[in-house]
């Protein structure tokens, strides 16, 4: 690359990467191998006590993975990156690296229903305790904190609702409290917002969505925004404890500013071992590249169907944040002023009955339980996605019986309001 700072796009196809030096190969290649050959018994000894970098073993890291994690790393403007098997892994490993059994975190309650089932019921068997915040009520995360908080949780475009998070201000909270916040970006991608400029301290990715954005590989990516100060109080006994088996390194102190993504793989995926395919890191790199382009196209259609739906006799309300009267409007300008994402909702009038006929008659829509497809999709949330939820709870995350979830793809935008013309007059 060239010595001025390369722009986005450039990110997209290049960071990371170079031609291979053995082959030549411009393309990433898949390593697709388990192990590595050392080179000799003093670089096997150095290698395995973290005094150098290099390969092992797959599961704590491989080449074709090491580019999507610079990758995704420099796109977010963070110090490090780690690529795991799915987004819920990032997840755990992240906590994995936090958290010690009855601890809590403080988390937004509007998430992604698989995730508000991952931190209320599977983290209760490690005893992690989330405390659920209001994101449009800011001064509610203030509230939440206390002295066993060891991070604070939001999504910047919330699914399924089109709810944009105050970035800022809960980083705000966060900073007080002394603890790290954790965004997850999955929704927006770095294209459209970057949290850690707002002050975010770790970005989580779910790469199956639009970073991957093709709806055939499954991913998960940690970024470490080097922004935390790890040895406070000793609250963090991962990062600032002695680890006997790397010959009593303390990894905030070796580190330093990738101190945290270190954590995650050398700790978390090391024994955890939710490690991702070379392939579909391949796939998911393959993906970034159109990043951009894809992106925009996504968000102007979907502003196009928003303002259609608007429109209708038979549409209830629409929640997407690129419409002028919406409550989030003001945030998206902030967040994400190149467009307002390509997931959100709306409701029928004809409620719960209107819903699901609606997703039976669509052609075009596929029904299924993903985003972030280059496919426009279509789900019912409360019959499915969020089924599992109370109805409190499917109300408070925007899942009422009413509601559809529409993740508009990139096809041409006409096709996609006649399809759902078609299906709403069927
Ligand atoms: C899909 C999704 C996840 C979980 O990711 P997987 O890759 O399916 O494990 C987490 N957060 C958000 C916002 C998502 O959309």
Same mark, same amino acid.
């Given at each position: 690359m060239t010595e001025q700072t390369p722009g986005f796009s450039t990110l997209a196809i290049?960071?990371?990467?170079?031609? /291979?030096?053995?082959? #030549?190969?411009?393309a990433t290649p898949i390593?697709?191998?388990?192990s590595f050959v050392f080179e000799d018994v003093d670089h096997a000894a150095s290698l395995f006590g973290l005094q150098a970098f290099g390969n092992i073993y797959t599961r704590i890291g491989n080449p074709t993975n090491a580019v999507l994690e610079e990758r995704v790393a420099a796109l977010e403007g963070g110090t490090a990156g780690l690529a795991v098997a799915s987004g819920h892994a990032a997840q755990v490993l992240i906590m994995h690296a936090l958290m010690t059994p009855g601890d809590e975190f403080v988390a937004s309650k509007k998430l992604y229903g698989g995730t508000i089932n991952q931190f209320t019921h599977t983290f209760k068997n490690f005893d992690w305790n989330v405390v659920w915040a209001d994101p449009d009520d800011i001064a509610s995360f203030e509230r939440a904190v206390s002295p066993k908080t060891k991070a604070i949780f939001i999504e910047s475009i919330a699914n399924p609702g089109g709810v944009i998070t105050d970035i800022e201000a809960v980083a705000q909270v966060a900073r007080r409290a002394g603890v790290p916040l954790i965004v997850d970006n999955t929704l927006a991608t770095p294209y459209l917002c970057q949290p850690i400029k707002f002050g975010a301290d770790i970005v989580v990715h779910s790469l199956t969505k639009f970073l991957g954005g093709h709806g055939n590989s499954l991913g998960g990516m940690i970024v470490d925004a080097g922004t935390f100060n790890w040895s406070r109080e000793n609250r963090y006994p991962m990062l600032c404890e002695p680890r006997p088996e790397y010959n009593g390194i303390v990894l905030h102190e070796t580190f330093g500013n990738f101190a945290f993504a270190i954590a995650c793989r050398v700790l978390g995926l090391r024994d955890l071992g939710p490690a991702l395919s070379p392939f579909n890191a391949f796939m998911i790199l393959t993906g970034i590249e159109t990043l951009p382009l894809r992106m925009q196209r996504h968000c102007d259609n979907a502003q196009a169907v928003a303002e259609w739906l608007s429109q209708r006799s038979e549409v209830a309300w629409v929640s997407y944040?690129?419409? #002028? #009267? /919406?409550?989030y409007h003001n945030l998206a300008k902030k967040y994400c002023p190149k467009g307002a994402g390509a997931v959100f909702t709306f409701g029928l009038k004809g409620g719960y009955d209107a819903g699901t006929k609606l997703v039976g008659n669509v052609k075009l829509f596929s029904h299924l339980a993903?985003? #972030? /497809?280059t496919r426009s999709l279509i789900i019912h949330p409360a019959s499915t996605t969020h089924k599992q939820l109370t109805d409190a709870q499917k109300v408070q995350a925007g899942a009422g019986p009413d509601v559809v979830r529409l993740s508009i793809g990139i096809e041409d935008k006409d096709d996609i309001i006649a399809d759902l013309e078609q299906a709403m007059t069927a």
């Open positions: 290049h960071a990371g990467a170079q031609p /291979d030096p053995t082959t #030549g190969a411009r390593y697709q191998t388990t944040p690129g419409l #002028g #009267g /919406d409550r993903n985003i #972030g /497809d």
